[in-house]
Structures are given as structure tokens and as C-alpha cells.
């Protein structure tokens, strides 16, 4: 491979970054070790007008699309940087985050596999032939399409994944030829800066990736409001995700927004494996997951012996500080997000539901929990969570968990545990849900496949190839073609 030439950025890492120079005029901000609760760093905000100018260098660069070979080698060098940086980078993703060790390995890698595979779109992006000549009257035309930049990307990105949800986003804006304004969390900007920090050095020109750390008050909605932006790709909740569309205008968008994902467990699953996959998909990343169990609806048959065998998987988990190796359960994002989720832990017990295991919190830190039987009403029934809870659900039959699932207002993934193919597939056929797992739980997430949602968990699909394909426009090209002189083809 060749190496890009490195970009060289003007000034130290501040937390704004536009045209190629880092701005240092916003107000401090502090990032705090989300374990300790103690300052890491302080960068700087953007101020009024930085978004602004922000997607003024976005459109600048814009016009002078990168040739597809050039977005190929320079998403490929970054990503092979990115795990060259791999000590730095999850040094600072643990400590701003509060994830562990092995979700900073998972993530970082699965971070430079997205950049890869962003790479591969960039040149193999196409459009097609447009079959035209068989419309009465236009036997001498040929048509095709090509695909075009939309021009202006605006990325707002949520504190879960603040390195592969990032790379989904800048990586195929720029695999499909565009210019990219970036405004990550607030509480988890500095995954961001190392991503935009690792683009430049593997070559990326300044203008075509600008950064506005900051708050959505400010940094997000001044991005959301411009009407240059072309795209506008957002991750986070229902309710902020309903504000971008009815600010953005006619500008396209695609929502990755809240869900309360479900598996289904048929009285013939394997048990085991469900108890697995539960105590790890459940859990990770403190259960700051879209797609994290939250509901595991289970045919009753086998309701006790399902709780038993997660039970005991759950209780073995250890929470505590994330850079402990034997730790895989680390501090959710803010002590009031565990209070919060405390609170709906005590509803739905107040209301009925059982607690089999934690259900305790120290600060930030709350003990992963498992609930079973809670109330249809209860928030944890009909909302997200976004902590380490799993409910218990019994359902009369397959049938029952599905409509218990089409019912709710989330549509984000579920998943389906069953022996029979004949179940999986009418599952897989019923479930108004934006993909279904077999045999796997709704956390089950590979970052080539198309990932998105329906009904109140969004719209649009993540996956590079899908995204590129979103990130650009079909442009129609119809040549009116002159009939073969007579004689011509006698040469």
C-alpha cells in the first residue's frame, strides 16, 4: 500500500477544528474520567458561528471532490494508523467513556475495519444502465446513471460509540467523495479528535473533515440549521432525533434513535447458549447499547430454568473500575444516568416484577440487573433503559412475544432463539423491527451489514455500502443517439 502523505494540522488539538487549523477562542470544557469523576483533560467548545464557518471550508472543499483512488488510500493508511495508535487512543477512550479494556478492543478494531471497508466503497461506487430504449420512441437512446457526492455531510455522533459510530459516519461520507462537518458528544469528544487527528496524518487534505466539539445547543443545532448541509447523519435518542427533522428542512437525513430491543426465547432454544450471549450482549459497554437486551421474552415453559442459568452468569460478573482487566461491567455514563435507571428498577419491583440479581449503585456504577416478570406499563417495559438491566419476560407462545414486540413504538433489532427454521423464518418474516437475529440476540452487530431501523428507532442504514450509496445521488445521463449512417459498418 502507499502511503498518503500526512496532512500536518495547524496548532495543538482543541476540540474545534476547521480548515485545517485547530481553534482555540471557545470556552473550556472539561472531560471527566467517567470512573474517578475527576478531570482528564480540558478542550475547548465551539462558539457561536463555528459551525458555520465549520461547513464554509466543508463546501469549499466539496467542489473539489477527492478522486476515488486517493479516498481509497487514505481511508485504508487510517485505518492501519488508528491501530498503530491503539495504546493512546484506548487509554483515552476508557477513561472518557468508563468502558473496559475489552470494549475498547472490540470497538477500536471493529473502528478500523469500518475505515477499511469505507475504503473498498470508495472504488467500486457505481451507477447503472438505464434500460430507456424500450420506451416507444426512444430506440436510440442510451441512459445511465452515475452516482454523486451530496456535497455536505453533517455527522453528530452519540457517547456509546465514539470511535466506530464516528468511523460509519466520516468514513463512507468521505468513501463517497464528500466533505464532512463532525460534532461528537459532549461527554466523549476525544475518540473523535485521535479519528480526525488519524484521517489528516494518513493524508486527508484540510476542509474535507472539519470538527465542532460542543454542546447541541450551540454546536448541533447551528449544524442541523444550515441549509448547505446536503446529509445529515445523527445517532442518539427519539426525541432529539425528531427535533433534527423538523429543523433540517428538505436536507436528507438518516436517524439511528432509541429502541428497546427484545430477543425471543422458544420453549426449544438452547438455554446455554441464550444465558451466553444474554450476559455478554446485556452488559457490555454498561448496557449503553441501542442494542442491548432489555426485554428477553420467553415462552413460559422454560421461564424458570432460563432465569436460573442467567442468574448465575449474572451474578458472576464483576463491576467496578474499567481499566481492571477482570472487570467487565464499568460505570454507566453520569451517576444521574444510573439514578435514573435505579428509579425505573424500583417502579417496575414497586409494581411487581422480581429482582434476581444487582440491582444495587455506588455513584456511577450500578450493578448489572436482572429483573423478571415486570408490569406491561412500567417504563421498562415500553422505553430504553440505556443501562445494565434485563427483564425476564414470560409469553404464552412465539406468537404472543412477537405481538407483544409489533406493539410497542421501537423497531431497532430483535432477536430469535429457536430450533425450529420454520418459527426462525416466520419470526424473521412478522417482526417489524430493521433486522432479525437467528439464534443470537438482538445485540448482534457486524459493521459490513446494513444496520438501521423502523417506527421510532429511526430510519436510514449504517454499513458502508449502504451508507455510501445514501451519501451520494443518481445522477441520469440520456445520450440521443444518431442512427448508423448507412454503409458505415461495410468499412
Known amino acids: 500500500m502507499t502511503t498518503a502523505a500526512a496532512t500536518p494540522l495547524a496548532g495543538p488539538p482543541t476540540g474545534v477544528l476547521i480548515d485545517g487549523h485547530w481553534h482555540s477562542g471557545g470556552p473550556e470544557a472539561p472531560v471527566y474520567d467517567k470512573f474517578t469523576r475527576q478531570p482528564i483533560t480540558v478542550i475547548r467548545h465551539a462558539r457561536p458561528g463555528d459551525a458555520t464557518d465549520a461547513v464554509t471550508s466543508a463546501v469549499r472543499a466539496a467542489a473539489r471532490p477527492l478522486a476515488p483512488a486517493r479516498r481509497y488510500e487514505i481511508l485504508s493508511d487510517a485505518s492501519r494508523l488508528l491501530l498503530d495508535r491503539a495504546a493512546d487512543v484506548k487509554a483515552a477512550y476508557v477513561a472518557e467513556t468508563g468502558f473496559t479494556m475489552a470494549d475498547a478492543d472490540g470497538e477500536l478494531a471493529r473502528a478500523a475495519q469500518t475505515l477499511r471497508l469505507s475504503a473498498e466503497e470508495a472504488v467500486r461506487l457505481a451507477g447503472e444502465e438505464v434500460p ?9 437512446r442510451l441512459a445511465f446513471t452515475i452516482r454523486v457526492p451530496v456535497g455536505v455531510v453533517g455527522a453528530i455522533a452519540p457517547f456509546n460509540a465514539p470511535l466506530n459510530t464516528v468511523a460509519h ?11 464532512v ?55 442518539g435518542s427519539t426525541a432529539v432525533g425528531l427535533l433534527i427533522k423538523q429543523r433540517s428542512g428538505i436536507t436528507k437525513t438518516h436517524l439511528e434513535l432509541g429502541s428497546n430491543s427484545a430477543s425471543i426465547v422458544a420453549a426449544d432454544a438452547d438455554l446455554d447458549l441464550v444465558a451466553d450471549l444474554v450476559a455478554r450482549a446485556g452488559f457490555r459497554k454498561a448496557g449503553q447499547v441501542c442494542t442491548s437486551v432489555q426485554r428477553l421474552i420467553t415462552e413460559a415453559t422454560v421461564l424458570d430454568d432460563l432465569a436460573e442459568r442467567i442468574r448465575a452468569r449474572v451474578t458472576d460478573l464483576k463491576a467496578g473500575d474499567p481499566r481492571d482487566p477482570s472487570v467487565q461491567v464499568g460505570p454507566m455514563i453520569a451517576p444521574a444516568e444510573a439514578e435514573r435507571a435505579c428509579s425505573w428498577i424500583a417502579e417496575a419491583a414497586s409494581a411487581g416484577a422480581t429482582v434476581i440479581a444487582g440491582g ?23 422505553s430504553e433503559i440505556f443501562a445494565p438491566v434485563v427483564s425476564l419476560v414470560p409469553a404464552r407462545s412465539v406468537d404472543a412475544a412477537i405481538g407483544l414486540i409489533n406493539a410497542g413504538r421501537y423497531g431497532l433489532q430483535a432477536g430469535v432463539f429457536t430450533r425450529d427454521i420454520d418459527v426462525a423464518f416466520d419470526a424473521a418474516r412478522r417482526l417489524q423491527v430493521g433486522g432479525v437475529m437467528i439464534n443470537d440476540t438482538s445485540s448482534y452487530h457486524a459493521d459490513a451489514m446494513p444496520y438501521g431501523g423502523v417506527k421510532d428507532s429511526g430510519y436510514g442504514q449504517e454499513g458502508p455500502r449502504y451508507a455510501v450509496a445514501d451519501m451520494t445521488d443518481p445522477r441520469i445521463i440520456v445520450l440521443n443517439l444518431r442512427p448508423a449512417t448507412k454503409g458505415a459498418t461495410d468499412q
Open 169 to 179: 459516519k466520516i468514513g463512507p461520507a468521505l468513501a463517497a467523495g464528500n466533505a
Open 181 to 235: 462537518v463532525l460534532k461528537p458528544a459532549e461527554q466523549t469528544p476525544l475518540s473523535a479528535i485521535a479519528l480526525t487527528e488519524v484521517l489528516h496524518a494518513a493524508g486527508l487534505p484540510p476542509g474535507y473533515l472539519n470538527l465542532i466539539c460542543g454542546t447541541g445547543e450551540v454546536a448541533g443545532a447551528e449544524l442541523v440549521a444550515d441549509p448547505r448541509v446536503r446529509f445529515l447523519t445523527f445517532t
Open 360 to 382: 444495587s449503585r455506588d455513584g456511577a456504577l450500578l450493578e448489572p440487573t436482572v429483573l423478571r416478570d415486570p408490569a406491561a406499563g412500567t417504563r421498562i417495559m415500553t
Open 132 to 140: 430507456v430504449a424500450a420506451a416507444p420512441g426512444s430506440e436510440q
